[in-house]
Structure formats: C-alpha cells, structure tokens
T-cell receptor, first 110, second 114 residues
Framework: RKEVEQDPGPFNVPEGATVAFNCTYS??????FFWYRQDCRKEPKLLMS???SGNEDGRFTAQLNRASQYISLLIRDSKLSDSATYLC???????????FGAGTQVVVTP | DGGITQSPKYLFRKEGQNVTLSCEQN?????MYWYRQDPGQGLRLIYY???????QKGDIAEGYSVSREKKESFPLTVTSAQKNPTAFYLC?????????????FGPGTRLTVT
C-alpha cells in the first residue's frame, strides 16, 4: 500500500465552480502535511501547509481529518489558472522526510 | 534573486555513460534533496543532505551518487549502474531551523538515456 494515495483525476471543473478532492495517508504518526501545485513539466511549488486541523488561504482550504487519515483540498471560484496537478505530501519522519502522492489533476474549463 | 538552479534543463546521454546533474542554491538552506519523478508517480527520494560533508541515502539510491562539499551545491551523478535513468530529476532545499519541513524545488532536469 502506498503511504500517500490520491485520486489521479482528472477533475474537470467549470470556471467559477468549486472542486474538492482528498488524499489518504497510511502513517498515523504523520504530523504535518502539505499541498504542492505542479504545472505540466514544471517543478512542484508549495501551495499550503497543514499543521493542525486545517488551513485557509484565499480560495484554497485544506482540511485534516486525523481520525480517518485524510487531507482534503477545496478550491472555490476556480480560475483557468488553477489547472494543474495537486500533490499531497505527508511528513513521515522526525527529520522531515516527505512522502509524495502521485497527484490529482484538475482541469478548469471556460 | 534567491533560488535554486538546476542545469541543464534537458540532458541526453547514451546508455553506459555516467552523467552529473547540477544543483545550486543561494538561499542559505542547510538541507538539500534529490528526487526523481516518473510519469504517473509521486516524487521519490534519492539522496538527502542535512549538512555540509554529510548525506544519506533515500528510498531509491542505487545507481546514484552525490557529494556535498559546499553548502550551496549538491550535485547528483547518475551512474551506468542505474537501470532506468530516464526521468525528471528535481533538487530541493529546506530552510534552517526545526521544524522546517517545507521544501522548495529547483526547475528540474529532464534526463533521457538511450
């Protein structure tokens, strides 16, 4: 079983709509999580950190459910520029080893 | 401008040749990392270094080697022993202080071995 699992998508979203997707993690000891955004053939860029129950940054909201071991990302009022692959990351080690999911692709359409 | 640079962006090599990928950062970050990304897969850790002159194997270190002689530099050598070297290679670094798990990535090098 992979340590971090994501629905690969794609999630096709009309512009202006809301989209949400989850990521599950297997290591119950994981304390910190991140969402990274990766554009096609580019490097991942940090989108949000999730250290407690959740985090909100503008149109983006991340929620952490420790009981069920999943993190969610919600994007409100989707923009065309939100089209990307979103990588879920769990910190699985005391020194900060990151475990990456394979990513969820989001396609925002006009 | 502060950041992480990787060169070259694209690299082509013949099978059996060693190749070294460059990674430089001027962010004053202590820790540096190398990952590889294959299509449809998450990033996998090759090597990491938390301090100069020290580095540790990651999950897929076989066929790779690194050095960390300077804080700013963490080159990765893909040796001929790596069975499937064609991939997207990403270098990352993270700021000093604990906890500091956020990692920042360079633009990557796409290596194609034929």
């Amino acid at each position: 079983r992979k340590e971090v699992e994501q629905d690969p998508g794609p999630f096709n979203v009309p512009e202006g709509a809301t989209v949400a997707f989850n990521c599950t993690y297997s290591n119950s000891a994981s304390q910190s999580f991140f969402w990274y955004r990766q554009d096609c053939r580019k490097e991942p860029k940090l989108l949000m950190s999730v250290y407690s129950s959740g985090n909100e940054d503008g149109r983006f909201t991340a929620q952490l459910n420790r009981a069920s071991q999943y993190i969610s990302l919600l994007i409100r009022d989707s923009k065309l520029s939100d089209s990307a692959t979103y990588l879920c990351v769990a910190v699985t080690d005391s020194w900060g080893k990151l475990q990456f999911g394979a990513g969820t692709q989001v396609v925002v359409t006009p | 401008d502060g950041g992480i640079t990787q060169s070259p962006k694209y690299l082509f090599r013949k099978e059996g040749q060693n190749v070294t990928l460059s990674c430089e950062q001027n962010l004053n970050h202590d820790a540096m990392y190398w990952y590889r990304q294959d299509p449809g897969q998450g990033l996998r850790l090759i090597y990491y270094s938390q301090i100069v002159n020290d580095f540790q194997k990651g999950d897929i270190a076989e066929g790779y080697s690194v050095s960390r002689e300077k804080k700013e530099s963490f080159p990765l050598t893909v040796t001929s022993a790596q069975k499937n070297p064609t991939a997207f290679y990403l270098c990352a670094s993270s700021p000093p202080g604990l906890p500091s798990y956020e990692q920042y990535f360079g633009p990557g090098t796409r290596l194609t071995v034929t």
